[in-house]
């Protein structure tokens, strides 16, 4: 058992309460807002927030909270919680499905507990340290694809991608590889962590909308790489791959050698 389970079990009752109250919201959404990165945020993302936040401080009381929306709870445990509530705004407000609530739990500089919950899609991606992954209470597995040109390609943000990795990169990531889809930053991730992609490519996201992804790819066995080769969530960019075309992905994109935190293997 991962010495996370008390972690893992809370972070999950409290995503499935927030879902719930995001749900509340989805199909009849509150007038959007614009923040200062012109992204948009809703009653709903607050809300959610807000709960969750209420949650996590009663149940940890010393753990520090980190939320997209504002909310911030210094730590005196030396570990915090990354809050974002609703992952994918955008869709939320659109009606389409593919937005989730995210948590993750630090420790010190590595990721401990991620979870990803999407409620209109009633599945939820879940790791621990030492736990492996799951998916709805069953275990997955990166996609034991070996090659590039057969590997499904997810991207968020085109423009984003190509600013913050090699413009050349990333079009010849896009021309090499079988096949592209979008299906969100959160709902990637969870394509991913199934077997069902090969590689997400992100150019732009914060520690809340990494730390998942960051601990449920070192569980489901695939790579979590930054340009650098140190594999921080606060890089405000990142790639996850499946292990056999962990190479090609460095190739293209030239990423550095492994590096502390850069694969599971560290």
């Not at 990637?188 to 960051?214: F, H, I, Q, T």
Request: hydrophobic letters at 40%; glycine letters at 10%.
């Amino acid at each position: 058992m991962s010495t996370y389970a008390r972690e893992l079990e809370t972070a999950l009752e409290i995503a499935a309460a927030a879902g719930e109250l995001a749900l509340g919201h989805f199909g009849a959404p509150p007038p959007v807002e614009e923040k200062e990165d012109a992204s948009p945020v809703t009653r709903a993302d607050r809300e959610t927030e807000r709960r969750i936040a209420r949650m996590l401080e009663e149940r940890f009381p010393l753990d520090g909270i980190l939320g997209e929306e504002g909310a911030v709870l210094p730590s005196r445990s030396g570990r915090r919680w990354l809050v974002d509530p609703i992952d994918g705004t955008k869709d939320f407000v659109r009606g389409s499905p593919y937005w989730a609530v995210q948590l993750a739990l630090e420790e010190g500089d590595r990721v401990r507990v991620g979870v990803i919950h999407c409620p209109a899609l009633d599945e939820t991606v879940h790791a621990a340290a030492g736990a492996g992954c799951f998916r709805n209470g069953t275990r997955v597995a990166a996609s034991a694809v070996s090659r590039l040109d057969r590997s499904i390609v997810t991207v968020s943000g085109f423009n984003a991608a190509s600013a913050s990795w090699p413009g050349e990169g990333v079009r010849r990531l896009l021309e090499e590889c079988w096949t592209v889809r979008a299906y969100g930053g959160a709902c990637n991730v969870v394509m991913l962590a199934r077997g069902k992609a090969d590689v997400w490519l992100s150019g732009r996201g914060m520690e809340w909308d990494y730390a998942p992804a960051r601990v449920i790819a070192d569980e489901c066995g695939a790579r979590f790489l930054t340009r650098a080769g140190d594999g921080r969530i606060d890089r405000a960019h990142c790639v996850l791959c499946a292990p056999g075309v962990e190479q090609e992905v460095r190739r293209v994109l030239d990423i550095s050698c492994c590096a502390r935190g850069d694969s599971m293997e560290d």
